[in-house]
């Protein structure tokens, strides 16, 4: 089946850890987004990619960071330096950046911390 | 700058009875517009689109949604609700003039009371 994997599921950091999402797509799509949930905010960007090897901050990227070293892969560290990292995390990806297709959205990561 | 409201954060329905759940949008240029749906713990599921043409567009699982460009909305609609339809909807729009991101809207909770 085509889609967008995240994990894990479930996460929980220590306060001072640096922890990393996963985030790996099959659908051959050229932009990848990270998005922040938190209740009653709705989704906001923290980082996109739109090819490998590049990326741009997006409303939210302090304390986070990513990399784009294959197409199908955008992974999110969530550094020591973000203050409240619990919220649920989705990762998304389109087919042509520009293009008018929709997003497809993995299950989610939920990151608590400890 | 493009931004998206949804002014109402609760929307109750008896189930049979027609739903809306509302979305206005703001962009510089015209809009690619979409609805999504969200359930507890899950990521977004693609409900429908307006890209051009007709501006009423149908989607999943019986919603339409109708494009008023002199009001900038794109409200989702359904004929008859359904208690399986109670959750988080999200509205999104893009601008076509070459804004490469998703813009959402804070969600709406629809709950279906049967």
């Known amino acids: 089946d085509g889609g967008i994997t995240q994990s894990p599921k479930y996460l929980f950091r220590k306060e001072g850890q640096n922890v990393t999402l996963s985030c790996e797509q099959n659908?051959?799509?050229?932009?990848m987004y990270w998005y922040r949930q938190d209740p009653g905010q709705g989704l906001r960007l923290i980082y996109y990619?739109?090819?490998?090897?590049?990326?741009q901050k997006g409303d939210i990227a302090e304390g986070y960071s990513v990399s784009r070293e294959k197409k199908e892969s955008f992974p999110l560290t969530v550094t020591s330096a973000q203050k409240n990292p619990t919220a649920f995390y989705l990762c998304?990806?389109?087919?042509?950046?520009?293009?008018?297709?929709?997003?497809?959205f993995g299950q989610g990561t939920r990151l608590t911390v400890v | 700058a493009q931004s998206v409201a949804q002014p109402e954060d609760q929307v109750n329905v008896a189930e049979g009875n027609p739903l809306t759940v509302k979305c206005t949008y703001s962009?510089?240029?015209?809009?690619?517009l979409f609805w999504y749906v969200q359930y507890p713990n899950r990521g977004l599921q693609f409900l429908l689109k307006?890209?051009?043409?007709?501006?009423l567009v149908k989607g999943s699982y019986g919603f339409e949604a109708e494009f008023n460009k002199s009001q900038t909305s794109f409200h989702l609609k359904k004929p008859s609700a359904l208690v399986s339809d109670s959750a988080l909807y999200f509205c999104?729009?893009?601008?076509?003039?070459?804004?490469?991101?998703?813009?959402f809207g804070t969600g709406t909770r629809l709950t279906v009371i049967p």
């Open positions: 998304a990806s389109i087919a042509q950046p520009d293009g008018n297709t929709e997003a497809f």
């Open positions: 659908l051959n799509h050229d932009a």
């Open positions: 990619s739109q090819i490998v090897n590049d990326f």
């Open positions: 962009v510089s240029g015209n809009p690619y």
């Open positions: 307006y890209i051009t043409g007709d501006n």
């Open positions: 999104a729009v893009r601008d076509r003039a070459g804004a490469n991101n998703l813009f």
